[in-house]
């Protein structure tokens, strides 16, 4: 203790020189408040508001979502009650309007509060969905929408992905064809974050037969509260994540008003290029969450191998393992240096696809590889559903898939490594 103490006050009294804040690394724990370039003592406040937060909820509840493979509607509202939805949306339009480093210490701590919290999707619904319809909707659809999503009495989903691909968003089987003013859509989504729950879909579909994809997908505000046909698969059972909703959608013959297309005439036939702009930050939040993820459950580690006991000892004491996680440590350094950097770039507007791919592949491939060496250092404990390491593991897998796969993201990156003439 005493030891620690003098460590961190040297490492203080020699930031306080600097008159910066510590990384969070420097810290004696990578989750620490009050750390962290790009935050300051009003973030750390936040911080523990959102800390109280996830630590209010008991663990009788958690289980029934786990057992039920989702969370409960009400979780909505008690985050919207607490400030937790739509953060960085503009208050213009009913959102919080704080600044965008607020809704990555409210990522972070969602991720903090371990495995059991990979639910409720709050990140896809204020940093996807709200971003879609501030960016390109009508004045009427943001006023209409983002205030009851930041009060959660609205909770969205964004369907792209069909049961016949992912990846090739340009191969997108749904459509929706004109019939008078309105538009009749059918089709089908799968893998839908928060779909089971969702009242609102912000769902992809082909507006034009001919042509290429690029220039032929909308998208459409979808209000199961005011259309009929909007029908719920069953509610997917994944491997790990099970307080996560994931459902499938189906479309028949759904008769959309025209305002339900997002942007009305403007956004006609453009989908593609809003999905474009939007990917930069589903990115940075998806590589984050990953990071942040990878910190806390570092830290269970080491706390876990301290007090472990093997061979007279505890395994903290093993040179094999203080090696392990000292090379652990190093990979999740570099991950949060490249989050920190891109981070202060997003919110500066200046961060471009090329570097967001990269931080996600980086991020969520270290995330994957760590997690499954650290529960290496549980032994049998670690592979018990009990443990959040367990849980970690099995989570951790559908993150190098999930918002771009590893393969898409070096497709793109390599874009750039070789630019076409
Ligand atoms: C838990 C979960 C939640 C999800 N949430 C959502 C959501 O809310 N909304 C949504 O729209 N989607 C969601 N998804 C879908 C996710 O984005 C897709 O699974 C992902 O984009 C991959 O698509 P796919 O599963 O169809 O795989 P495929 O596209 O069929 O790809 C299969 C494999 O082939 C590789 N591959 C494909 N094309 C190429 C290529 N050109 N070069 C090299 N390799 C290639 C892929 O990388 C992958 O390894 C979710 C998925 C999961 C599992």
């Known amino acids: 203790m005493l030891r620690n103490l003098t460590r961190s006050s040297r490492k203080l009294s020699a930031s306080a020189q600097l008159g910066a804040r510590l990384h969070n690394w420097q810290s004696e724990k990578l989750t620490d408040i009050g750390t962290g370039v790009n935050y300051d003592s009003d973030m750390d406040i936040f911080r523990e508001q959102c800390r109280k937060f996830w630590a209010g909820?008991?663990?009788?509840?958690?289980?029934?979502?786990?057992?039920?493979?989702?969370?409960?509607?009400?979780?909505?509202r008690e985050a919207g009650e607490a400030g937790l939805l739509?953060?960085?949306t503009p208050a213009e339009y009913g959102g919080i309007g704080a600044p965008f480093e607020y809704s990555m210490v409210a990522c972070e701590e969602q991720a903090y509060a371990g495995p059991k919290f990979y639910g409720p999707g709050f990140g896809l619904h204020s940093g996807i969905v709200a971003p879609y319809i501030t960016s390109f909707g009508t004045?009427?659809?943001?006023?209409?929408y983002i205030p009851s999503m930041t009060t959660g009495e609205t909770i969205s989903c964004i369907g792209m992905t069909e049961p016949s691909g992912g990846s090739d968003l340009q191969a997108m089987k749904t459509n929706a064809v004109r019939d008078g003013d309105d538009w009749i859509l059918n089709g089908s989504k799968t893998f839908i974050s928060n779909g089971t729950l969702a009242n609102l879909g912000l769902i992809a579909a082909r507006t034009k037969k001919?042509?290429?994809?690029?220039?032929?997908?909308?998208l459409f505000l979808v209000d199961t509260r005011e259309h009929n046909g909007f029908n719920k698969g069953k509610n997917l059972r994944k491997i790990g994540q099970h307080s996560y909703d994931t459902?499938?959608?189906?479309?028949?013959?759904?008769?959309?008003?025209?305002?339900?297309?997002l942007g009305e005439e403007e956004g006609l036939n453009k989908g593609f290029y809003m999905m474009m702009n939007e990917l930069p930050r589903e990115r940075v939040g998806c590589a984050l969450e990953a990071l942040a993820r990878l910190e806390n459950a570092f830290e269970q580690t080491r706390q876990y191998t301290q007090e472990r006991k093997a061979f007279g000892g505890p395994l903290s004491d093993k040179?094999?393992?203080?090696?392990?996680?000292?090379?652990?440590k190093t990979e999740i350094v570099s991950v949060r240096l490249m989050a920190d950097e891109c981070v202060r770039l997003y919110s500066r507007g200046e961060l471009d696809n090329e570097t967001a791919s990269m931080f996600k592949l980086y991020a969520t491939e270290k995330y994957v590889s760590c997690v499954n060496k650290l529960l290496q250092h549980w032994g049998g404990w670690g592979y018990m559903w009990e443990y959040d390491i367990a849980k970690e593991y099995a989570g951790a897998r559908v993150f190098t898939i999930y918002a771009g796969t590893s393969e898409i993201m070096?497709?793109?990156?390599?874009?750039d490594v070789y630019p076409r003439k």
């Open 139 to 144: 004045e009427e659809q943001k006023h209409k």
């Open 86 to 88: 739509c953060i960085d």
């Open 210 to 218: 001919e042509g290429r994809a690029a220039h032929a997908i909308s």
């Open 247 to 261: 459902a499938e959608l189906f479309f028949d013959d759904v008769r959309l008003p025209a305002s339900a297309l």
């Open 410 to 415: 070096k497709e793109l990156i390599s874009r």
């Open 319 to 328: 040179q094999v393992i203080k090696h392990s996680m000292a090379e652990i």
């Open 57 to 76: 909820i008991s663990a009788e509840r958690v289980e029934k979502w786990d057992k039920n493979h989702m969370p409960d509607a009400e979780i909505w």
